[in-house]
C-alpha cells in the first residue's frame, strides 16, 4: 500500500524569507502529487496533546508571540501553524503516513531550547514527540535529520517505552548527541563521510534496538543530510531508498514526519525514494 502523505496548504503561510520557508515544502508537494500519491489533511493538535510533551508556560509564551531566538522567530500566529504541523504527525502515526507540514520540531524541547542548546533550531513544538505521546505505544523513533535531535532526546530520556536513534553530523549544531545513555542511542559522524559509512552506521544502529521490544516506528525524516545541504553527510537519492529498505527490514509499521532538508525539489525526489525502498 502506497503511504499517504499528510498536508495542508495553511503550512506555507510563514517566513518566506528564511531558509526553513515554504518552498521546501511546497516543491515537494507538488512533486509528490505529480507521482500520484494520495493527500489526506490535518487537524490542529489540541491543547492536551501539547501538554503531554511541552511546559503549559512554554505554550503560553508561544502563543502570546513572547518567544523568539536568532533561528527560530516569533511570527505571527506561530503557535497556530505549529500546531496544525504537530496535528500532521499526529495524522501520520494514526494512518501510518508522511507529514509533509512545517515548521519542524526535534530541536523543541519541553520549555524550548533543549539540552543547553542556544536555540530552537527552526522549531516551535516537537511534532514527533506529541504524535509519539499521542499513539503510547512502545516506539523507535529513528531520526535522520541531519542535526541531533536535542528536543526529542530531552523529552524522552529515560522513558520505558520509547527509543531513540539518531544518526547526525558532529561537530555541527546544536552540539549534542556525542555520546549515549539509557534508551537514547547517538551516532555522531564527519561532514560528508558518504553514503557507505552512513549505511553501515544505520545498520549498526538498528542492530543495536533489535532486541528491544517496539510496536511501531516513528521517522523524524530530515533531508538535511543531502549533499550540499545544511547537515550534509553527502547523501544522495538512492541513500534514502537504502534508508527506507533497512526501515522496512524491522518488520514494524512505521510513520514518517519531516524535520529538516532545504531543498524542496530534492526533498521531493529524497521522500519518493524513502518511501519507495520501505514499500518495497
Ligand atoms: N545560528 C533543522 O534542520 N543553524 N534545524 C544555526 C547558528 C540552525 C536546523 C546556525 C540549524 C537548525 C530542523
Ligand atoms: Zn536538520
Not at 515544502?25 to 493527500?39: H, M, P
Not at 505554550?59 to 508571540?65: A, D, F, I, Q, V
Not at 550534509?232 to 541513500?239: D, F, P
Amino acid at each position: 500500500m502506497k503511504t499517504r502523505i499528510v498536508f495542508s496548504e495553511k503550512c506555507l503561510g510563514y517566513g518566506s524569507w528564511h531558509i526553513e520557508g515554504p518552498n521546501r515544502v511546497k516543491a515537494a508537494f507538488d512533486a509528490l502529487r505529480d507521482k500520484g500519491y494520495e493527500v489526506v489533511e490535518p487537524l490542529p493538535a489540541t491543547e492536551e496533546d501539547l501538554l503531554k510533551v511541552h511546559d503549559a508556560e512554554y505554550l503560553w509564551n508561544l502563543k502570546k508571540g513572547l518567544v523568539e531566538d536568532p533561528d527560530t522567530p516569533a511570527y505571527d500566529n506561530i503557535y497556530e501553524y505549529a500546531r496544525l504541523s504537530a496535528g500532521g504527525a499526529i495524522l501520520a502515526a494514526k494512518t501510518l503516513g508522511f507529514s509533509l507540514m512545517r515548521p519542524p520540531g526535534h530541536h523543541a524541547g519541553k520549555a524550548g531550547a533543549a539540552l543547553g542548546a542556544s536555540t530552537r533550531g527552526f522549531c516551535y513544538l516537537n511534532n514527533v514527540a506529541v504524535a509519539v505521546k499521542a499513539l503510547a505505544k512502545p516506539t523507535l523513533i529513528l531520526d535522520i535529520d541531519g542535526h541531533h535531535g536535542n528536543g526529542t532526546e530531552e523529552i524522552f530520556l529515560g522513558s520505558e517505552y520509547v527509543y531513540y536513534v539518531s544518526l547526525h553530523r558532529y561537530p555541527h549544531y546544536p552540539g549534542t548527541g556525542v555520546t549515549s545513555s539509557m534508551n537514547c542511542f547517538n551516532y555522531p559522524l564527519p561532514a560528508d563521510c558518504g553514503e557507505r559509512r552512513y549505511l553501515k552506521t544505520l545498520e549498526d544502529a538498528l542492530r543495536m534496538v533489535e532486541t528491544h521490544t517496539f510496536e511501531i516506528v516513528a521517522v523524524s525524516a530530515g533531508f538535511d543530510t543531502y549533499k550540499g545541504d545544511l547537515a550534509s553527510l553527502g547523501l544522495t537519492e538512492q541513500s534514502y531508498r537504502e534508508i527506507g529498505r533497512k526501515i522496512a527490514n524491522l518488520g514494524r509499521p512505521a510513520f514518517f514526519v519531516l524535520e529538516g532538508g532545504y531543498n524542496g525539489v530534492k526533498n521531493g525526489a529524497c521522500i519518493h525514494e524513502l518511501l519507495s525502498g520501505y514499500e518495497g
